[in-house]
Nanobody
């Protein structure tokens, strides 16, 4: 079973930094090989809709919400099936639950190409105090 585990949240003061991690696992156990996937970060504050934060696609191209551009950096370690979100110069308005998400997982299975998704992580809390 494919699973995403996100971690690294915590409580910091404004101006400080945090790095979130999201590890994808279970592809081999599911019989999937040669997988490619995008990875996304979303966040949701109390009383607000979940919003897009950052994306890294299958080709390594990245994108960011305007609110975090220049402060956050998304990166990946393919060997570890892990994606990171480096968050610098955090602001109180960054306070939210952060979720990683795979929109589309494309793998080889039994000699065929299969597509699965979306998959969501369980969320990790980021709290920024002024």
């Amino acid at each position: 079973q494919v699973q995403l585990v996100d971690s690294g949240g915590g409580s910091v003061q404004a101006g400080e930094s945090l790095t979130l991690s999201c590890e994808a696992s279970g592809m081999t156990n599911s019989g999937y090989t040669d997988c490619t996937y995008d990875m996304n970060w979303y966040r949701q504050a109390p009383g607000k809709e979940r919003e897009f934060v950052s994306n890294i696609d299958e080709d390594g191209s990245t994108s960011y919400a305007d609110s975090v551009k220049g402060r956050f950096t998304i990166s990946q370690d393919n060997a570890k099936n892990t994606v990171y979100l480096q968050m610098n110069r955090l602001r109180p308005e960054d306070t939210a639950m952060y979720y990683c998400k795979i929109d589309s997982l494309a793998c080889r299975s039994g000699g065929m190409t299969i597509t699965r998704g979306p998959y969501w992580g369980q969320g990790t809390q980021v709290t920024v105090s002024s």
